[in-house]
């Protein structure tokens, strides 16, 4: 059974910095694609970012590029949202998904951490 668990949101300035963190487990993620998501009040939640298991190959959505990185440690079974200058914008929030390499969709979903920015 997979799991996955988010930390780190909070309340922050516009500008300030947070990391977030997805803890996977309930079986190995080689081949698998791991994902950053949010959905801010109102809206369609919406990808934010994604990494290859194996390589660490990362994708962005354009509103975060330059401002976010993407990256999964593996003997810690943990990926990582590095959130930098945010903006009242980026508040929602975030969820940690997973899906197997040659899935279309992401199967696999955290409960979400919430984000907060103020202006």
């Known amino acids: 059974q997979v799991q996955l668990v988010e930390s780190g949101g909070g309340l922050v300035q516009a500008g300030d910095s947070l990391r977030l963190s997805c803890a996977a487990s309930?079986?190995?993620?080689?081949?698998?694609?791991m994902g950053w998501f949010r959905q801010a009040p109102g809206k369609e939640r919406e990808f934010v970012a994604g990494?290859?298991?194996?390589?660490?190959?990362?994708t962005y959505a354009d509103p975060v590029k330059g401002r976010f990185t993407v990256s999964r440690d593996r003997p810690e079974s943990t990926v990582y949202l590095q959130m930098n200058n945010l903006k009242p914008e980026d508040t929602a929030v975030y969820y940690c998904?997973?899906?197997?390499?040659?899935?279309?969709?992401?199967?696999?979903w955290g409960q979400g951490t919430q984000v907060t920015v103020s202006s």
């Open positions: 998904a997973a899906r197997r390499g040659g899935a279309r969709d992401y199967g696999y």
């Open positions: 990494v290859t298991w194996n390589l660490g190959t990362a």
């Open positions: 309930g079986r190995t993620f080689t081949n698998w694609v």
